[in-house]
């Protein structure tokens, strides 16, 4: 399969199973990505971890690599599949989202947005051109546009000029990744660019941008700036106007979302690619996902309890340890306690996927969806 190509095996409803192919290996949709922010999972967990934990696509941020190492130390040490020892897909975002979360230390112009990195304070420029050299020297499979990311809400004008801008920044960033790629020592001349829909809580824009982008015909689409303030019902209305809007036959990725009920919701609306850091960040507070709902570590309850995490879980933690001496660990600020519970949440995640995937090529995924969307949200 051609990189880039992406088929559609199976749909239920909205629901779409798939394969998408890149030049590290064959990703199988719906697929959560695991998020190595600076070359590494928080708490304490390597590459071949994330090969054992079921992970198929490690994404990385172009900011924070940006700042350190440096995007052009990782190009010298060969790209950062070999830096940190992950030869499967990987996707690394643009670097927009960390300039809306500075929003205290940018200026966004029309060249670019200028800020302070939040390590040193010294002086960053960053714009589509500076982003997509960055992403190259990473060597990732899948490169994110850069784009503007707005709060939610906002107010419409500004929305619709931020729209525009994006658009304008997208087309600088396809023919800068064109380039780049033609280049005779570019780290992975199959590198892809994925388009970013904006346009606030507001149907209208949402719908214009997606049709003003979709003619770029890029390798895939993504949903960002949702889950920054909104409420789910108003981040699904969104999905249920806008992916009838996105092309059918490229793959679509909901940015920085969300819980197991959140992504169970969003396959039903036709999404296939997701991250978020509420695996890892949960789990190393001691909150915990299992089949029943969410479990908190940290309760007295689990002092003397010998049992693993979840009965009948596969990940490397149940397969060995009780959720007494889990919780021990954390409560005695032991580092181990981060890997144990981290393993357990990322193995949940990369499992729902596969139950996921079985259930649409199977034709019973809403009735997994009407099962399990609620009660995986459910504290215990």
């Not at 559609?8 to 695991?34: C, D, S, Y």
Request: glycine content about 8%; hydrophobic content about 35%; aromatic content about 8%.
């Amino acid at each position: 399969m051609e990189v880039g190509t992406f088929n559609i095996l199976k749909t239920e409803g909205k629901a779409r199973r798939g394969e998408f192919q890149t030049a590290h290996g064959t990703v199988q949709t719906p697929v959560f990505m695991n998020v190595g922010t600076a070359g590494a999972i928080k708490g304490a967990v390597d590459a071949f971890d994330l090969k054992e934990l079921g992970c198929q696509v490690e994404l990385s941020n172009t900011y924070h690599l940006h700042v350190r190492p440096g995007d052009a130390i990782v190009r010298q040490m060969g790209g950062l599949h070999k830096f940190m020892r992950w030869d499967g897909p990987m996707l690394t975002d643009s670097g927009g989202f960390q300039v809306f979360s500075l929003s205290s230390l940018r200026k966004i112009k029309e060249e670019g947005v200028f800020f302070n990195s939040h390590v040193d304070g010294r002086k960053i420029f960053m714009g589509p051109e500076e982003s997509m050299r960055i992403q190259s020297n990473l060597g990732s499979d899948i490169a994110m546009a850069f784009d503007e990311c707005v709060e939610n809400p906002a107010p419409y004008e500004y929305v619709k000029n931020s729209c525009e801008r994006t658009t304008r920044w997208l087309e600088r960033c396809k023919n800068e990744l064109e380039r780049l790629n033609s280049l005779p020592d570019t780290v992975n001349p199959k590198q892809m660019l994925f388009g970013i829909n904006q346009g606030g809580t507001y149907d209208d824009l949402r719908i214009k941008h997606m049709e003003d982008i979709k003619k770029l015909d890029l390798p895939g689409y993504a949903i960002g700036g949702l889950a920054v303030g909104e409420s789910t019902d108003v981040m699904y209305h969104i999905l249920d106007v806008v992916l009838p809007h996105a092309p059918e036959n490229k793959p679509r990725y909901l940015m920085g979302v969300g819980t197991p009920s959140n992504i169970i919701e969003a396959v039903s609306r036709g999404v296939d690619f997701f991250d978020c850091v509420m695996p890892t960040r949960n789990a190393r507070h001691g909150h915990l996902f299992t089949w029943n709902g969410i479990i908190n570590i940290n309760n007295a309850k689990y002092q003397t309890d010998d049992t693993p995490i979840e009965e009948g879980c596969q990940c490397p933690t149940c397969q060995k340890f009780s959720k007494a001496y889990v919780r021990h660990l954390l409560k005695a600020g032991e580092m181990l306690s981060q890997r144990l519970l981290v393993q357990h949440n990322l193995w949940f995640y990369n499992n729902l996927m596969v139950k996921i995937r079985e259930h649409i090529e199977n034709g019973t995924f809403e009735q997994f969806r009407a099962e399990y969307s609620e009660k995986l949200a459910k504290r215990i």
